[in-house]
């Protein structure tokens, strides 16, 4: 089945620890984001990249880092410097260019800072 | 930058009844698309519906409808016959049909649609 997969579905972090959260996807699509979502909020964008070894920071990038290194994988790090980093996140993918650009997202990740 | 506004924090509706939620954007651009998606309790975003900017004609889905004013930057979603299966929460998002900014989705910040039967 095409898809795309976060692992793990629950986070826990120590402060002053970093962690990585994973996204994969195996429907051949070039463009990758990563979104945060907190309570009562919409999404906001923290990094997007749309071809492999490319990326660019959306709106809410600091303390947070991405890898692009294969078109299937785009990991992201909550790095110590996120202050705030408790929250929902979601990873999305889309074809590039031409025709309707809709994103499909995976599952998520539920990341708690202890 | 663009902003997308729903003002409607929560509503409800009884089975098999018709709701409608709002959605509101500003840009400078002409030329974008529009999304509603829909985030259920499992917190999965899935896409409801979507309409191009230069689409005169709005979209259907089934039992999903959208009403888009372009020249009012409006663009809201009906649901008819609703099910309780629609409980969930509704994002309209934005994004510009091209320039650097293209991909980028601006969400709002969600009404949670509640469906008694």
């Known amino acids: 089945d095409g898809g795309i997969t976060q692992s793990p579905k629950y986070l826990f972090r120590k402060e002053g620890q970093n962690v990585t959260l994973s996204c994969e996807q195996n429907?051949?699509?070039?463009?990758m984001y990563w979104y945060r979502q907190d309570p009562g909020q919409g999404l906001r964008l923290i990094y997007y990249?749309?071809?492999?070894?490319?990326?660019q920071k959306g709106d809410i990038a600091e303390g947070y880092s991405v890898s692009r290194e294969k078109k299937e994988s785009f990991p992201l790090t909550v790095t110590s410097a996120q202050k705030n980093p408790t929250a929902f996140y979601l990873c999305?993918?889309?074809?590039?260019?031409?025709?309707?650009?809709?994103?499909?997202f995976g599952p998520g990740t539920r990341l708690t800072v202890l | 930058a663009q902003t997308v506004t729903q003002s409607q924090p929560e509503m409800s509706v009884q089975e098999a009844e018709t709701v409608t939620l709002s959605c509101t954007y500003d840009?400078?651009?002409?030329?974008?698309?529009l999304f509603w998606y829909k985030q259920p309790p499992s917190r999965q975003m899935i896409l409801v519906i979507r309409?191009?900017?230069?689409?005169?004609q709005n979209a259907t889905e089934n039992r999903f409808s959208v009403n888009f004013q372009k020249a009012a930057k409006s663009f809201s979603l009906k649901i008819s016959d609703s099910q309780l299966g629609d409980t969930a929460m509704y994002f309209c998002?934005?994004?510009?049909?091209?320039?650097?900014?293209?991909?980028?989705?601006?969400f709002g910040q969600g009404t949670i649609l509640t469906v008694h039967p």
């Open positions: 999305a993918s889309s074809m590039r260019g031409g025709g309707w650009p809709v994103q499909f």
């Open positions: 429907l051949n699509h070039d463009a």
């Open positions: 990249s749309q071809i492999v070894n490319d990326f």
């Open positions: 840009t400078s651009e002409n030329n974008y698309y």
């Open positions: 309409q191009e900017a230069y689409k005169q």
């Open positions: 998002a934005f994004m510009n049909a091209g320039g650097t900014s293209y991909g980028k989705l601006t």
